[in-house]
């Protein structure tokens, strides 16, 4: 797949072309978490990981997939890539 102008709807997006798109945001990110700053490769901060997060909140298999790629709920548009627990932390404290 070549490049894609971001952000993109992440509604209107294939599982394949969500890939695709993690994966430039990986790239455009320099390897590093958008909320955290942590690298996608590692664990989150410490706030993230100590946080308490209700797993049950969270659809089958969310925490399988180690980076997310990370959309606004109301209008669709990809934030960028994060760490599933910092995903789950935006979703579960900040709304997002």
């Not at 590692?42 to 089958?60: N, S, T, V």
Request: hydrophobic letters at 30%.
């Amino acid at each position: 797949m070549n490049e894609i102008k971001l952000p993109v709807n992440y509604n209107a997006l294939t599982w394949q072309e969500r890939g695709a798109v993690r994966k430039q945001y990986i790239e455009k990110q320099k390897g590093l978490c958008c909320y955290c700053k942590k690298p996608l490769s590692g664990e989150p901060k410490e706030l993230i990981k100590e946080i308490w997060i209700d797993e049950d909140l969270f659809p089958e298999n969310f925490f399988k997939y180690p980076v997310h790629l990370h959309h606004n709920h109301e209008t669709g548009k990809t934030i960028g890539a994060v760490h599933a627990r910092c995903n789950a932390y935006l979703w579960q404290y900040k709304g997002e």
